[in-house]
T-cell receptor, first 113, second 117 residues
Framework: SQKIEQNSEALNIQEGKTATLTCNYTNYSPAYLQWYRQDPGRGPVFLLL?????KEKRKERLKVTFDTTLKQSLFHITASQPADSATYLC????????????FGQGTTLQVKP | EAQVTQNPRYLITVTGKKLTVTCSQNMNHEYMSWYRQDPGLGLRQIYY???????DKGDVPEGYKVSRKEKRNFPLILESPSPNQTSLYFC????????????????FGPGTRLTVL
């Protein structure tokens, strides 16, 4: 069956450390993988997109890797800050005409000062 | 400011009473979509629209209707709401590429929390 999984448990880290979030999928062949941030009571906000032929993408303190062999994406936040505390969603983009994104359930990150 | 707006933000209603959740975007995006978010299930697509007068079902369309008469608006209609439609609803939009395939980031509205008693 098709599945997309993120760390189900909340991730608690100390300010200044690097947070690493995982997104694994099975029986999908996404053309792109997107990461979104969602704060309580708000809609998801786009962070990064990585293509199937890209291994790594960076944006300021964020880094995303995409391994289509392992069917896994890793999302890193370096020098984490309490303001980074939120739920992070990965989404598979199948490049279909529906434009549908297949979302994981999200991982909640808590950065403690 | 470029944005997607939804109204109402919160709604409590009773079973069977028709309701409409409005969605509007000011970015001239061709593509619009509705998702529902439920604990343990994540975001699931209800309906989408590639452009004016072009709509199609997503993964969980039962009990919902949509229309796209104007490019900026994409209302979600619940003709006869039931308790299992209690959820957090998000509208989203994005531009489409010249090929018609859409792969861009999606812009989400603030959400509508619906409770059906």
């Amino acid at each position: 069956s098709q599945k997309i999984e993120q760390n189900s448990e909340a991730l608690n880290i100390q300010e200044g450390k690097t947070a690493t979030l995982t997104c694994n999928y099975t029986n999908y062949s996404p053309a792109y993988l997107q990461w979104y941030r969602q704060d309580p009571g708000r809609g998801p906000v786009f962070l990064l997109l990585i293509r199937e032929n890209e291994k790594e993408k960076r944006k300021e303190r964020l880094k995303v890797t995409f391994d289509t062999t392992l069917k896994q994406s890793l999302f890193h936040i370096t020098a984490s800050q309490p303001a980074d505390s939120a739920t992070y969603l990965c989404a598979l983009d199948m490049r279909s005409n529906t434009g549908k994104l297949i979302f994981g359930q999200g991982t909640t990150l808590q950065v403690k000062p | 400011e470029a944005q997607v707006t939804q109204n109402p933000r919160y709604l409590i209603t009773v079973t069977g009473k028709k309701l409409t959740v409005t969605c509007s975007q000011n970015m001239n995006h061709e593509y619009m979509s509705w998702y529902r978010q439920d604990p343990g299930l994540g975001l699931r697509q209800i309906y989408y629209s590639m452009n004016v007068e072009v709509t199609d079902k997503g993964d969980v369309p039962e009990g919902y209707k949509v229309s796209r008469k104007e490019k900026r608006n994409f209302p979600l209609i619940l003709e006869s709401p039931s308790p299992n439609q209690t959820s957090l609803y998000f509208c989203a939009s994005k531009p489409t590429g010249t090929s018609g395939r859409s792969y861009n980031e999606q812009f989400f509205g603030p959400g509508t929390r619906l409770t059906v008693l």
